[in-house]
Nanobody
């Protein structure tokens, strides 16, 4: 059974930083590409960043240079978010990356990030 537990969100002023964590179970984490996603109010969920099991990373243009995705060997993936902007306000989720447009049947509860101006 897949379990994804996101944490680390909060309220921060523009220009501030947060570090999100996601602990995954029920997936073969060590060989999985993992992704961070976000969903802002009234918008579709979007992919923010991915990291392969080898550590190769990719970022959405909107966060490139400000966010850093990383992972450890204990089934946890992280998202370091710096220079936060009000438009980064969203609920952030992680999941095993299965390709763009994949229709996931499971998401964790997410963690709310709110950036005030």
């Amino acid at each position: 059974q897949v379990q994804l537990v996101e944490s680390g969100g909060g309220l921060v002023q523009a220009g501030g930083s947060l570090r999100l964590s996601c602990r995954a179970s029920g997936i073969t984490f060590s060989i999985s590409t993992m992704g961070w996603y976000r969903q802002a109010p009234g918008k579709q969920r979007e992919l923010v960043a991915t990291i392969t099991n080898y550590g190769s990373t990719n970022y959405a243009d909107s966060v490139k240079g400000r966010f850093t995705i990383s992972r450890d060997t204990k089934n946890t993936v992280y998202l370091q978010m710096n220079s936060l902007k009000p438009e980064d306000t969203a609920v952030y989720y992680c999941n095993k990356y299965r390709g763009l447009g994949y229709d996931y049947d499971y998401w964790g509860q997410g963690t709310q990030v709110t950036v005030s101006s």
